[in-house]
């Protein structure tokens, strides 16, 4: 068992920056792949970031990548996701969530264990 809890939303401007959080509880947390995806009102969830557990590689959706940063620390079993020049078209609920397996996937189906989400609202 996996549980998520998500901080760091808020409101900011266009080009702002934000760093979200997600502690996580759990015995295999640190064998877990993770990731971050987001739903914006009427649209469906779509996939942000990933981290794999066993080479820690990271993939990145082409919208987010070069702006975006996903990351670990094991020892605080804590999940970031770091956002620089954020646009209006990022405003979004985000959640972390976590996969019973040491690869990730860009699929929320393929997820086990999600967090509650954390609004993120960029203004133009």
């Not at 009427?42 to 820690?56: Q, T």
């Not at 979004?92 to 609202?121: F, K, L, N, P």
Request: charge should be positive.
């Amino acid at each position: 068992q996996v549980q998520l809890v998500e901080s760091g939303g808020g409101l900011v401007q266009a080009g702002g920056s934000l760093r979200l959080s997600c502690a996580a509880s759990g015995r295999t947390f640190s064998r877990y792949a993770m990731g971050w995806f987001r739903q914006a009102p009427g649209k469906e969830r779509e996939f942000v970031a990933a981290i794999n557990w066993y080479d820690s590689n990271t993939y990145y959706a082409d919208s987010v990548k070069g702006r975006f940063t996903i990351s670990r620390d094991n020892v605080k079993n804590t999940l970031y996701l770091q956002m620089n020049s954020l646009k209006p078209e990022d405003t979004a609920v985000y959640y972390c969530a976590a996969r019973s397996r040491t690869y990730a996937s860009t699929h929320a189906y393929e997820y086990d264990y999600w967090g509650q989400g954390t609004q993120v609202t960029v203004s133009s």
